[in-house]
């Protein structure tokens, strides 16, 4: 999987420290934000691929929280409440909410949840190894072999190439991979994105001056050819 985060937004430490075990357990990375305050300044800092999210929260609701959200981005979300109405889950969906589990939740269904939540938004298979040319990306172990041997990237370099690989045929905008790799609100300016896809040229291209996988789609940004 890409090197980002599930963000679950809860205010009870230890139940999210049970999910954060049982997610980790089966290879997802994820952080805890107590509060909603603290969940925008997560977004802000990192790559957020998923958002569990508790409706009661210190200060600002999970329902405010959601509606602030979705002026900024569609990261995909699934609603954990022990609100159990029918009203309530109506709500979350309407204000942006993505999915809507209730408490008590089975861990093995949360997670089912996150899998198929994550195939749907930007459809790879969750650790599943990526495949083209005489490249494979291991997302298990985070490693690159081209012919067999390694190849040593940074860690940008390598969410890059997993969600270009991912994406294969698709135009993909500059400003969708610069939010998609470097998260909302970095401090990096979209020019870090052309010098990662040079040097990543540099890195699985036989010429890199006339590239066959990552090519240039003038005035949007890049296409990914297997």
């Not at 603290?38 to 958002?51: E, G, K, T, V």
């Not at 790799?181 to 040229?201: C, F, M």
Request: hydrophobic share 40%; net charge negative; aromatic share 8%.
């Amino acid at each position: 999987m890409l090197q980002s985060e599930i963000l679950i937004v809860e205010d009870d430490r230890d139940l999210a420290e049970i999910a954060i075990d049982y997610m980790e357990q089966k290879g997802l990375e994820c952080l805890r934000a107590g509060s909603a305050e603290d969940a925008f300044d997560a977004l802000y800092q990192q790559p957020i691929r998923l958002i569990i999210l508790d409706i009661n929260l210190p200060g600002m609701n999970g329902f405010q929280f959601i509606e602030k959200l979705r002026k900024e981005t569609q990261v995909p979300v699934i609603f954990i409440s022990a609100r159990t109405s029918d009203t309530d889950k109506v709500k979350g969906l309407m204000l942006g909410g993505d999915d809507y589990l209730s408490k008590p939740y089975s861990l093995a269904e949360l997670h089912s949840r996150v899998l198929a939540l994550l195939r749907r938004t930007y459809g790879y298979s969750v650790l599943q190894p990526l495949c083209f040319s005489d490249i494979i990306i291991d997302q298990k172990s985070q490693t690159v072999k081209k012919a067999g041997r390694p190849l040593e990237l940074t860690s940008k370099m390598y969410e890059l190439l997993v969600y270009l690989a991912a994406h294969p045929e698709e135009i993909l905008t500059k400003e969708r991979l610069f939010t998609e790799i470097w998260g909302y609100g970095s401090e990096s300016t979209p020019s870090v994105l052309a010098v990662h896809i040079r040097w990543l040229r540099e890195k699985i291209e036989k010429n890199p001056s006339n590239p066959k996988h990552i090519l240039t789609v003038y005035g949007k940004g890049y296409r990914f050819e297997e």
